[in-house]
């Protein structure tokens, strides 16, 4: 196997203090703003919801030669029109999908009546914007018996607040089944311990993602929702790597300390863990630069995500793994590379490690 280092031995978990006290850095600025947004008279809210989030109006509009999804964009943004979701059929090429925010201030949609007005409202706003393109075919006309026209309007709906919210708290069901199955996976597989800390580094990835989307206003819509989810399986996978390789040294290495025999294992799966991330968070970062805007959010959710996950492996999940080992152990953790008299070893801890044969 292609190894990038040789012999390494960095002090991960000696500098612990410093990553949890940046991690802690970042959380609180991201509550900070989250909470100062919504304080401040006129402020924002906390978080940048999309359609899908806070509601608005879908419009689908068919074309006789249809505008580039830059094009229709540029378009709506003049007519005022911000934030708005392009969406292209792939068995209907000329026709497009158009979500656009609540345009009423009100976002009190639960009648009937409420979601007729603000479907038509956002019906005008769009075609204002589509004017600007070309006129569309009025009333009954279409586009084959308009030969002046060039797009007509063939559906509008409403995505009122209170499914913005049944999405939200899906989106968050979803995440939290999730985590719920990977602590008992690894607590079955592995250890209550290697769970906790895995489980714990998890909510320290998402919990990091939502800060920055909270402190630079980057939108949230579904796509960052599995952005999120996939965070959490690359997180999850990472941190697995690294205690399959604590498991198998314990036996090798029963006379030093679980701090140093964690230790080794990070530098020695180090090589694996930057050519596996390198490689994803590249592949992303095309995405950030070359994705458009239709994929900002969710690349940028991925491309944080990613780099704060494979960080968090080392920062976060080890040192919470060794502390809890450690606590419910009651094993002595000193700060030394060579244990010293009196002091219990790795396999003094809370019970014995069983080999189990692991599929990569």
Excluded: C
Excluded at 130 to 158: F, H, M, Q, R, V
Excluded at 277 to 303: N, P
């Amino acid at each position: 196997m292609f190894n990038l280092f040789q012999n390494i031995h960095i002090d991960w978990l000696g500098k612990r203090k410093i990553f949890i006290g940046f991690s802690i850095f970042i959380m609180l600025a991201g509550l900070f703003s989250a909470l100062g947004r919504q304080a401040m008279p006129g402020g924002t809210d906390a978080f940048n919801l999309g359609v899908d989030f806070k509601g608005g109006t879908i419009v689908t509009a068919k074309f006789r030669s249809r505008p580039s999804d830059d094009d229709i964009r540029a378009a709506l943004n003049k007519a005022g029109i911000a934030d708005p979701v392009i969406q292209s059929s792939t068995n209907k090429p000329d026709e497009a999908l158009i979500k656009i925010p609540l345009i009423e201030k009100t976002t009190d949609t639960g009648t009937e009546q409420q979601q007729k007005e603000q479907v038509q409202t956002g019906r005008l706003s769009v075609k204002a914007a589509l004017d600007t393109l070309g006129p569309e075919a009025e009333g009954e006309a279409t586009l084959d018996t308009d030969a002046n026209a060039a797009y007509k309007i063939i559906g509008t709906d409403s995505v009122g607040a209170i499914a913005g919210s049944q999405l939200r708290n899906q989106a968050v069901t979803a995440t939290l089944l999730g985590l719920v199955g990977i602590l008992l996976f690894i607590a079955f597989r592995y250890d209550w311990t290697y769970a906790a800390g895995a489980v714990l580094a998890v909510f320290h990835d998402v919990l990091m993602v939502l800060s920055f989307f909270s402190i630079f206003q980057w939108e949230i819509n579904l796509t960052v929702i599995a952005a999120i989810l996939t965070i959490v399986g690359f997180s999850v996978n990472d941190s697995i790597v690294i205690f399959d390789r604590v498991r198998e040294n314990i036996p090798l290495h029963r006379t030093d300390t679980l701090f140093k025999i964690t230790n080794d294992s990070i530098n020695q799966t180090l090589s694996r863990t930057i050519i596996t991330a390198g490689l994803v968070i590249l592949s992303v970062l095309s995405l950030v630069l070359f994705g458009g805007e239709v994929l900002r959010s969710f690349s940028l959710a991925l491309l944080v995500g990613l780099t704060l996950g494979t960080y968090s492996t080392i920062a976060i999940a080890s040192p919470i793994a060794i502390w809890w080992q450690g606590k419910l152990g009651d094993t002595r953790i000193k700060e030394v590379l060579v244990p010293q008299m009196g002091e219990k070893m790795a396999s003094a801890s809370r019970r014995s490690v069983t080999r189990r044969p692991v599929t990569r």
